[in-house]
Structures are given as C-alpha cells and as structure tokens.
C-alpha cells in the first residue's frame, strides 16, 4: 500500500514570496491533515479536511494560509506571504474511517514525509 | 486546553540499555494515547497507541500503558538498539472536544550509541 505523498520534499524561498505544498493521502482515506513542525516542537494541527469539507481550520492563520482539496483526494496547502517565523516542516496525514476500540473512537493518522520551508 | 508534556531530552544511551520516557498529559475528555517516532529525514511513524485506561500499547519491543490515575503514558524499551535513534513524541486525541486532532508533546530526541 502506497504512503502519503508530498512534495517538494525542500523549499527555499524569501519572506514575502508564495509556496504551495502538495499532498497525495493514501487511497481510500476520507481524512487529510495539514500540520505544523517548527523545529524542536511538536506537529501542530493547521487544518483538517474530511472528503472535500473543512472540519476544523481553527489554528490555521487565514491572513496569509489557505488550504483546499477539491476533488476530495489530494490537497494543496498555500503560503502567500511568507514570514521568516513559517520556517517549518510541513506534513501531510491522512486517515481512514476511524475504528473502534474499546468504545473509544480511534483515528489513527499516517503521516507523509514531510516538505521542509526555509524562508529567508 | 488539551496539553502533553514530555521529559526533556536529548536521551543518550549505549545499546542493549534500559530506556524510559516520561509522558503526562492533560485532557477534559477521555482521550487515546499514541507514541510516534521520527526517524532522521523521515515522516511520522505510528509506535504504539492505548484507548482506555490500563490498556498496554507495544511494537517493536517498546511499551507503554496507559495510566488514568497519574495521568501518563511512559515509553519503555528493556534493550534499545542503534536502529532505535530516532525522535519520539507522545500525542492524544480527545474525541469530545477536538475530535481526532492529535496534540503532540515536544518530542524526545534519543541517540544509541553502539
């Protein structure tokens, strides 16, 4: 079974310029997730798409980020500005319907390489 | 807000020793526990996950249970490898108030040294 996808895997830019990630989730898997990993911190959750509906975009800076996925499938994640402090690895995850277990509900993520933004 | 916080590292070891790394977390609901671990230059990779209280997580020699009544989630390994060094990070999710949104801890960085 295929991973998540994303690309490019590294981007240099300046502050002030726009960059767009992609993201291709595994097959089948309704949930995407868009976050955050500023160096020597944990991911943070930008944004959570179920199929091609936003379900949660609350910690996502909607002055200069925006997100979409169209079709449902892959996603695009788009900085525009960029700020010297979005210097981050941003990764992609995605997850299928979430199971059971125990009479909690589980949904586990799988994460995707990652794209590493250097803004200079 | 739902927070986890984990020992700080970085953790370095020589092979075949005993390795712990501490995990408490705070959360309004009843949430899972999950350890993930970063590999250098790579993605996120599930280790292990616990839904309910006293519920032991374990892959790859590692463990963890899940403890309601302290409020922790500790990693153990009795006999860590060079293969081991990677980044781990403790994360929930809390159903009832952020859905499947996973809040991470820090990470802990661990080097084996052979």
């Known amino acids: 079974e295929a991973g998540v996808a994303q690309s490019p895997r590294y981007k240099i830019i300046e502050k002030r310029q726009s960059v767009a990630f992609w993201c291709n989730p595994i097959?089948?898997?309704?949930?995407l997730y868009w976050y955050q990993q500023i160096l020597g911190q944990g991911p943070k959750l930008l944004i959570q798409f179920q199929n091609n509906g936003v379900v949660d975009d609350s910690q996502l800076p909607k002055d200069r980020f925006s997100a979409e996925r169209l079709k449902g499938v892959d996603s695009t994640l788009k900085i525009q500005p960029a700020k010297l402090e979005d210097s981050a690895v941003y990764l992609c995850?995605?997850?299928?319907?979430?199971?059971?277990?125990?009479?909690?509900?589980?949904?586990?993520?799988?994460f995707g390489p990652g794209t590493r933004l250097t803004v200079l | 807000g739902d927070s986890v916080t984990q020992m700080e590292g970085p953790v370095t070891l020589s092979e075949e020793a005993f390795l712990t790394i501490n995990c408490t977390y705070t959360?309004?609901?009843?949430?899972?526990l999950f350890w993930y671990v970063q590999y250098p230059g790579e993605g996120l990779q599930l280790l292990l996950k616990a839904t309910k209280a006293d519920d032991k997580g374990s892959n790859k020699g590692f463990e963890a249970t899940y403890r309601k009544e302290t409020t922790s989630f500790h990693l153990e390994k009795g006999s860590v490898q060079v293969s081991d060094s990677a980044v781990y990070f403790c994360?929930?999710?809390?159903?009832?108030?952020?859905?499947?949104?996973?809040?991470f801890g820090e990470g802990t960085q661990l080097t084996v040294n052979p």
């Open positions: 097959s089948g898997h309704a949930t």
């Open positions: 995850a995605s997850s299928p319907v979430p199971s059971t277990s125990g009479g909690a509900r589980v949904d586990t993520q799988y």
């Open positions: 959360a309004t609901g009843y949430p899972s």
């Open positions: 994360a929930l999710s809390d159903w009832e108030t952020s859905g499947s949104r996973l809040t």
